[in-house]
C-alpha cells in the first residue's frame, strides 16, 4: 500500500498559526512599548517645547540628572573591574570556592532591590549595626550619596560577570594555554588574548549595567531619603513630581530616561549583531585550524 504524498508548503508562505502568532506579538508591542512612549512624549510636550526644557533646567531636576550621572559614573566601572576579574577566574581556572562565588553573583537577582536597599539601611542606619560606628568618625552612608552608589553597585553587579562567563567558557582555554607556551605572562595573556575575543560580550553586559543604573528605583528609593536636591535621582525625581500632581515636569524627566532606554536598546542591538559576527569569525577560524 503506498503512502499519502504529503504536500510541501514553502517555508516563506506563512500559515495561519503563524500569521496569528505575528499579529499577538504586533499587538503586545503596540499596547505595552509603543503605547507608553509615544504616552511619555506626549504628555512631556503636552504644554509646548519651552515648558518642556524649562522642566528638565529646573534646579531640582538638574541635580537628580547629576547625581543619576555620578552614580553611574561610579557604579559602571566599578562593576565592569568586578565582572573581568570574576568572569575570568571562574571561566578560566578551577578553585575551591568557584561554586560559592557563582551563586554569590547571582544573589542580587534572587533578592528584591527593596530588600537590598533594606540590608543596607540595617547596616548603615542611624541605628544599623555600624550605624554608631560611622557616626561616631562622621561618616554618612545612608540617606546620602554613598548609600546610593552602594545600592547601585549591589543590585547591578551581576550584570558584567553574568554575560562574559558563558562566552569565556564557551571559547574555552585553548588560545590561552597556546600563549603561555609561547611564553606570554598572565597579564599579555589577558590584555591580548582573553580581552579581544570578548570585548563585544564586554561592552554588552556595560550597556545593560549602565541602564540598569540609571533606571534603579527600589534600592535607591530605600535607602536615599527622598532630599530634594540631594538624594534624588532621576526615578525619584519622577515619582515625587507624579505624586505632586506635576505631570508635565514628571513625563519631561521621564522622557531623558525613554531616550537612554531607546539608545541602549540600539547600541545592545548593534553590539548583539556585532558579537555574532565575531563569533561566526572565531569558530570558522578555529574550524580552519582543526582541519590543518
Known sequence: MEKAEVPFRHPDKPGK???????VALLFLGIFLFLPLITVFTEALKQGFGVYIESIREPEAVAAIRLTLITAAIAVPCNLLFGIVASWAIAKFD?????????????????????SGLIFVLLFGAQGLLGPWLDEYGIQIVFA?????LATIFVTFPF???????????????????????????WQVFFKVTLPN????????????????????????????????????MPLHVEILYNEYNFVAAFAVASLLTVLA???????????????????????????????
Open 17 to 23: 498559526a503563524r500569521w496569528v502568532l505575528i499579529t
Open 95 to 115: 578553585f575551591r570556592g568557584k561554586n560559592l562565588l557563582i551563586t554569590l553573583i547571582d544573589l542580587p537577582f534572587s533578592i528584591s532591590p527593596v530588600i
Open 145 to 149: 550619596v554613598p548609600g546610593i552608589v
Open 160 to 186: 558584567v560577570a553574568r554575560t562574559l562567563i558563558p562566552l569565556m567558557e564557551s571559547q574555552g582555554t585553548e588560545e590561552e594555554e597556546a600563549a603561555v607556551n609561547l611564553g606570554a605572562n598572565g
Open 198 to 233: 570578548v570585548k563585544w560580550g564586554l561592552l554588552y553586559g556595560v550597556i545593560l549595567c549602565n541602564a540598569r543604573t540609571m533606571g534603579e528605583f527600589g534600592a535607591v528609593s530605600v535607602v536615599s531619603g527622598h532630599i530634594r536636591g540631594l538624594t534624588n535621582t
Open 262 to 292: 531607546l539608545v541602549t536598546l540600539m547600541v545592545k542591538s548593534l553590539i548583539e549583531w556585532k558579537s555574532k559576527r565575531a563569533w561566526t569569525s572565531h569558530a570558522r577560524a578555529g574550524l580552519g585550524r582543526k582541519r590543518r
